[in-house]
């Protein structure tokens, strides 16, 4: 009998989250020494010691180099049952945690040069409010838009999810309205206070993102979140959803705003791609990208880029002119867009980061320089 067979035979079927009675005690250790230092992530790769992610930078917290079998028998108990059947059949699972005491977690089992890894996310336990994220103001109005679909872009560990977490509080204590959220797994829980949210965990309450959309368009949310578009039907059914008065909010893993607009199309049939150019022109109302840079005061600071989408994006979009897309930012700015070069320069005067930072990290490095110039003729 093999690894996977005796777990299920231990837990059973019905154990759908594991709360550290089965799980590792080795794992849990790494998971207590993780919190206690205050890491973001916990990584367990072949041939380095275990190591966590601490203010963006990787370090050590054992002093073995670990193997692929030492990390299976770690993780593999924390799995719930649906990702231990997607390990076992594709050799990637996504899993829920929690440890009492210690908090929630979110679970990378995978594989890389034939043996497994693990990268597990340690998850907030209170949900962020939007005004403590130091992003700038105009991001507000996302959650007070009636309808439309609002993309958040953005690479793993920039704040994207805690961005929108933070967004869909703000409409929880400011509206009476139904959210239906569909992550993989949950990462904020959020408690009812003007609107009635429900948080649908996909392998434990739906067995796959599409399914839980098309099961949402039934249940009359006026606020649907999907955690991650991670495929072709998924995007279809949230921009239709979009369309036909729904506001939609869904994170996807690009780095700006026209790369994040593409991404929708692009992952079409070419013979797909018109239709949804003109569904998607039709149903977005903005695009936000984010990044997260060090701060010069310890942490890391958010940078930030908007899109409201407008007459002029939209042609742009039909016509898959993105390359004019970056322009749209600045002709929009009156009603809330700002560039990342904005945002930068903010943060900049603020003096939360360095210099030689924002540069790096811009995306028109001359557009930068151009607004430093001025604030320092202005006296900055």
């Known amino acids: 009998m093999d690894d996977y067979n005796k777990i299920e035979l231990v837990r ?16 849990d250790q790494w998971l207590a020494m993780l919190v206690d230092r205050g890491g973001s992530d916990l990584l367990l790769v072949p041939g380095v010691p275990a190591c966590i992610r601490f203010e963006g930078k990787v370090v050590n917290i054992g002093n073995k180099e670990l193997d692929g079998p030492e990390i299976e028998d770690a993780v593999l108990p924390a799995l719930t049952s649906h990702a231990l059947k997607l390990y076992r059949e594709t050799q990637i699972a996504d899993s829920s945690y929690r440890v009492a005491r210690l908090g929630r977690f979110r679970i990378n089992l995978h594989r890389q040069k034939g043996h497994a890894s693990a990268a597990i996310r340690a998850l907030p336990t209170i949900v962020p ?38 967004l869909i509080n703000e409409i929880n204590r400011r509206d009476r309205r139904h959210i239906l959220m569909i992550e993989d797994p949950i990462e904020y829980e959020h408690k ?3 609107s009635v949210i429900e948080q649908v965990e996909v392998g434990i309450d739906a067995p796959d993102f599409p399914t839980a959309l098309r099961a949402a368009l039934r249940q009359a949310p006026d606020v649907l979140v999907v955690g991650e578009m991670r495929d072709a039907e998924s995007m279809r059914i949230a921009v239709s959803a979009a369309e036909t008065g729904h506001l939609v909010l869904s994170t996807l893993h690009t780095t700006d705003v026209a790369g994040t607009i593409s991404r929708i199309a692009d992952s079409f049939p070419l013979e797909r791609q018109h239709t949804i150019r003109q569904e998607l022109a039709m149903a977005l109302s903005a695009v936000l990208t984010q990044v997260l840079l060090p701060s ?56 939360h980061i360095d210099r030689e930072e924002a540069l790096a990290c811009a995306n028109h490095p001359d557009d930068l320089e151009s607004l430093l110039r001025k604030k320092q003729s202005s006296g900055y």
Not at 138 to 166: F, Y
């Open 12 to 27: 059973g079927e019905t154990s759908e989250e594991p709360t550290g009675s089965y799980a590792s005690a080795r794992l």
């Open 129 to 166: 409010e939007l005004r403590d994220l130091h992003l700038p103001p105009s991001v507000e109005q996302l959650a007070k838009l009636p309808r439309g679909l609002v993309l958040i872009g953005g690479a793993a560990g920039s704040g994207k999810t805690t961005t929108l977490a933070a």
């Open 192 to 194: 009812h206070a003007k």
């Open 296 to 351: 010069k005061h310890g942490g890391r600071m958010p940078a930030a880029e908007l899109l409201m989408i407008g007459y002029g994006a939209r042609q742009h979009i039909r016509r898959n002119a993105l390359q004019h897309i970056h322009q749209e930012i600045t002709l929009t700015k009156s009603t809330g867009s700002f560039s990342l070069e904005d945002s930068l320069s903010v943060l900049l005067a603020d003096g």
